[in-house]
């Protein structure tokens, strides 16, 4: 996949939101990188996706503030707002009929916390609708009898704040053997192995780092120890838009979690903006709109 022309309006204005939340206040500094932003669009016509231009716009913010402190507040400041509802969200998939349906709905839920695709994130509003029909599940029948059947699962990770609700989720696939995958280095609010460790998610299962260094994950950038679990794998699980938009062209069956935060995506997926789901593709490499819907 190549960037589309979707995909340039959206970085720009990335670009404008993560310098303010950097600490980027003057107006000329704001507008000196988005004119590097917009430079280095231009010139760099081997961009794949837009996940693949966040190590560059880390790089061109970081130019003008400490990008690597900013992000760290910010996490912190996410996570607070996150630690609030996990109590009451561990109790919802203790007590539901289905625990393993719940824990599913939670992880997916979490995946609204976004600083690139959506910074303003409502966490408590998705909480709230994670019952509803809101959130397309179509494709868990297949997962539970995957799931039953699976001695393996890699679940590759997304943003830092929401890895507390893929703690629940861990949670109810033990015993099974668990892998947790997560960035090689730090890039936007994306998890890291320090991050997984301080979550305490080694208490529950195996974490590596993927090799990948992009906000999503690049089958290319990634080490062998990762390549061996993940093609190896009897379930793969992808949380995030970013590890949609890097992998839905995969030669192997994922199930991905995350919401539809931009129209380019909503194109490629069929679901319209604002979807979350539990989205099945099925391996096919040049399947243009992979299957979401399981029988």
């Not at 090799?211 to 994950?217: A, R």
């Not at 190896?232 to 991905?256: C, M, S, W």
């Amino acid at each position: 996949m190549n960037l589309q022309p979707g995909c340039i309006p959206c970085i720009v204005g990335q670009a404008y939101r993560f310098s303010r939340m950097s600490g980027i206040t003057d107006a000329d500094t704001q507008k000196q990188v988005l004119y590097d932003t917009m430079n280095k669009l231009l010139h760099h016509n081997n961009i794949k996706t837009a996940p693949h231009f966040s190590v560059i716009l880390q790089s061109i913010v970081g130019q003008y503030t400490d990008v690597h402190s900013a992000i760290r507040k910010i996490k912190e400041s996410n996570l607070k707002k996150v630690k609030v509802f996990i109590n009451y969200m561990s109790h919802m998939v203790e007590s539901a009929s289905d625990p393993l349906e719940m824990a599913v709905r939670a992880a997916i839920a979490g995946n609204t916390i976004d600083l690139g695709a959506n910074p303003d994130f409502d966490i408590e509003h998705e909480i709230n609708r994670i019952t509803s029909k809101s959130i397309d599940i179509a494709a868990f029948d297949r997962f539970r009898k995957e799931y039953e059947h699976a001695e393996s699962i890699l679940i590759i990770a997304d943003n830092y704040e929401e890895a507390l609700f893929d703690k629940l989720l861990i949670q109810q696939l033990l015993p099974k053997n668990v892998v947790y995958a997560v960035r090689s280095n730090a890039i936007l609010n994306d998890i890291t192995i320090d991050d997984a460790h301080f979550l305490e998610i080694d208490k529950l299962c195996t974490i590596i780092d993927s090799g990948s260094t992009i906000s999503g994950t690049d089958l290319e950038e990634c080490h062998d120890t990762f390549l061996k679990i993940y093609h190896n794998a009897d379930i793969v699980i992808a949380k995030g838009q970013a590890n949609y938009e890097t992998l839905f062209h995969a030669e192997r069956p994922i199930y991905f979690m995350f919401k539809v935060k931009c129209t380019v995506i909503a194109n490629i997926c069929s679901h319209p903006v604002g979807t979350s789901m539990l989205y099945y593709h099925n391996g096919t490499v040049n399947q243009q709109n992979p299957e979401s819907l399981s029988k």
